[in-house]
């Protein structure tokens, strides 16, 4: 089969390299790509604006199957111009990707059907907005409505609140998401589902606060490890029947089936309660380099069997190796605010490849051929052991191999089983 996948992350790059692992795959092209991810698959230059390109793309090189993982592509709604034009894709259409690109939808969605989340309140008046933060408990999380803009800005004190809206109205988008801040575990929990059957992966502890000890802004993933064995049957069956089933029912009743990947964060507080803090409409990137080396299946299988609304068919459930992945991201500069880009890259050749993996993600190559960085995360350092701890210790070891002006990381991830915050 010739397979075309859409991104340039460290995701992209877990997910090419465990569909070669399979058997079904001949050739893969990638629209975006990164120096790693080319010693894989063709990349192909076409911006991620110019989706009448890729069309023509896919048409002109057959491609059997378009994989979308890019947030952004799939926001510009990639599927539903791919199916008018008799291509195969996977990926989520427009309309039901709202649930991962807008937190105004997503939460309005999530009180509609009656699915746990913390209270909130949506936005377009800047000043309605204030008068909200002046009414509310702090700390006070500030969201931008779209998830391109992926800040989050916890805010303790009506100053910070105030001044928080005033950028968000001045800068980016006439829409605010404010949310209560609420104590407890941050996981991600993923499904793939074709619309109607639900395979579900590892549950994963992230971590998204750029400071040791879960200080610092909030941000992306930094950090991951799966799995993560605090999750009780009952929590479980909880998760499924009170969050995942009543999405994915709502949606199909409103004419909206999900077809892809769903990245789902969660909360879990202290008393047991679960709280569905967003969406991804694709795996989160930490989130991937930890649970796709895992998969006893063949991915391409798995995913052409989804794309068919063939799931309940082929699989019962997915198998999973029972090792154990931490991930670790290098920061760059003052991420997120201020990553310094175009800094050289020094000692991948020298890392440790029988325990590391490293995963490319805001990388590229100067006109000397050197990798240098251009954005705030610009690797994953991963590595996969027989427990959690040993997994932790390898990343550890080789995390100073790799150098780069600017380059910074989270030195406890893995090492503190329990934050009484997210």
């Known amino acids: 089969m010739k397979i075309l996948v859409i991104g340039k992350s460290a995701r992209e790059q877990a997910f090419i390299q465990k569909i070669l692992s399979g058997k079904r795959a001949n050739k893969i092209f990638c629209i975006g790509g990164n120096p790693q991810i080319a010693q894989y698959a063709e990349c192909v230059n076409i911006p991620f604006e110019d989706l009448t390109s890729m069309v023509e793309f896919a048409k002109e090189n057959e491609i059997d199957l378009t994989i979308a993982l890019d947030e952004y592509v799939i926001q510009q709604g990639i599927t539903n111009i791919f199916v008018e034009q008799g291509l195969k894709i996977f990926a989520p259409s427009l309309e039901a990707a709202q649930i991962g690109t807008s937190r105004a939808f997503a939460k309005k969605f999530l009180y509609k059907h009656k699915i746990p989340t913390p209270k909130y309140g949506l936005f377009d008046k800047e000043q309605s907005a204030i008068d909200y933060a002046k009414k509310s408990d702090l700390p006070l999380f500030v969201k931008y409505d779209n998830l391109a803009y992926q800040d989050t800005f916890l805010c303790t004190s009506f100053t910070k609140a105030k001044n928080t809206i005033n950028r968000v109205f001045e800068e980016v988008q006439k829409k605010v998401v404010l949310e209560e801040f609420i104590e407890g575990e941050s ?215 790799i150098n780069f002006e600017g380059k910074n990381y989270r030195r406890d991830i893995g090492k503190i089983p329990i934050y009484k915050n997210y």
């Open 187 to 401: 996981i991600r929990f993923s499904i793939l589902t074709d619309g109607y059957n639900v395979l579900p992966l590892p549950y994963v502890k992230e971590y998204k606060r750029v400071l040791d000890g879960n200080g610092g802004a909030f941000t992306k993933s930094v950090g991951a490890y799966t799995p993560y064995n605090k999750i009780d049957e009952i929590t479980e069956k909880n998760i499924a029947q009170d969050i995942v089933f009543p999405l994915l029912d709502a949606l199909n009743s409103i004419g909206t089936p999900y077809e892809g990947f769903l990245s789902i964060q969660l909360i879990i507080q202290p008393d047991g309660d679960i709280k569905v803090i967003e969406f991804l409409p694709t795996l989160d990137i930490a989130e991937a380099v930890c649970v796709l080396p895992l998969l006893e299946e063949d991915l391409l299988d798995v995913i052409y069997a989804a794309s068919e609304g063939a799931l309940e068919d082929c699989y019962q459930n997915l198998n999973f190796s029972d090792d154990a992945i931490a991930t670790l991201a290098l920061m760059s500069g003052s991420y997120p605010n201020n990553p310094k880009i175009n800094s050289v890259v020094e000692g991948i050749e020298d890392l440790d490849e029988d325990s590391i993996e490293l995963y490319y993600n805001d990388t590229g190559m100067n006109s000397y051929y050197e990798v240098v960085t251009t954005g705030g995360r610009p690797f994953f350092l991963s590595s996969r052991a027989l427990t959690i701890n040993k997994a932790v210790q390898n990343l550890y070891d080789n995390v100073d191999v």
